[in-house]
Antibody, heavy 125, light 106 residues
Framework: RLLESGPGRVQVSETLSLTCTLS????????WTWIRQRPGKGLEWIAN?????????NYNPSLKSRVTISVDTSRNKFSLKLSSVTAADTAVYYC???????????????????WGQGTTVTVSS | EIVLTQSPATLSLSPGESATLSCRAS??????LAWYQHKPGQAPRLLIY???NRASGIPARFSATGSETDFTLSISNLEPEDFALYYC??????????FGQGTRLE
């Protein structure tokens, strides 16, 4: 199971910080992922991180300059930081597990098979 | 970036009927295609992975086919709980991983 935590409200221009805690299972392997849904919009992939001895992070190019994803293997957690937020960053943020075959995501692809319940973040001025 | 286009945007049907949802990719995604169901206030739920494989616990009335750029999710004998948003998603060429814009089944 995955559980998001973090403030429900962030001020414009500040940094949004969210944490996802994994209960049961290991954070080793898999791609740990943040996805958001802005009001009235579809699902948007933000970033993922994989730990298999070394940590590899990948970002949506549209957000890359403002996003940092990290993993704390000792605490079975991974985190998202989104800087310089605006009202357009208001969204429901989901953490999730992306299940690939191997570190390079070969076929078959097993999909994003585990999701947190989502946390609503409102950016206000 | 691979763009996924879902059609129709909205599908209006009744319980007991069958639904056909389409997802078209701007370039080949091979078998790296998944489908999700999303209900308001809930987390998205994986329905189909690897184009046509049902995820754990997904009823047999959900099926999917396709290859390369054209994919279809079919739902037979619609149940009341099937009325939701449906998204396709690709992981062939990334970042970014991309989703379609969704089909609302009402």
């Amino acid at each position: 199971r995955l559980l998001e935590s973090g403030p429900g409200r962030v001020q414009v221009s500040e940094t949004l910080s969210l944490t996802c805690t994994l209960s049961g299972g290991s954070i080793n392997s898999y791609y740990w992922t943040w996805i958001r849904q802005r009001p009235g919009k579809g699902l948007e992939w933000i970033a993922n991180v994989q730990y298999g001895g070394i940590t590899t992070a990948n970002y949506n190019p549209s957000l890359k300059s403002r996003v940092t994803i990290s993993v704390d293997t000792s605490r079975n957690k991974f985190s998202l930081k989104l800087s310089s937020v605006t009202a357009a960053d208001t969204a429901v943020y989901y953490c999730a597990r992306d299940h690939c075959s191997g570190p390079h995501c070969y076929s078959p692809y097993y999909g994003i098979d585990t999701w947190g319940q989502g946390t609503t973040v409102t950016v206000s001025s | 970036e691979i763009v996924l286009t879902q059609s129709p945007a909205t599908l209006s049907l009744s319980p007991g009927e069958s639904a056909t949802l389409s997802c078209r990719a701007s370039e080949s995604v091979g078998a790296f295609l998944a489908w999700y169901q999303h209900k308001p206030g809930q987390a998205p739920r994986l329905l189909i992975y690897d184009v046509s494989n049902r995820a754990s616990g997904i009823p047999a009335r959900f099926s999917a086919t396709g290859s390369e750029t054209d994919f279809t999710l079919s739902i037979s004998n619609l149940e009341p709980e099937d009325f939701a948003l449906y998204y396709c998603q690709q992981r062939k060429s990334w970042p970014p991983i991309t989703f379609g814009q969704g089909t609302r089944l009402e």
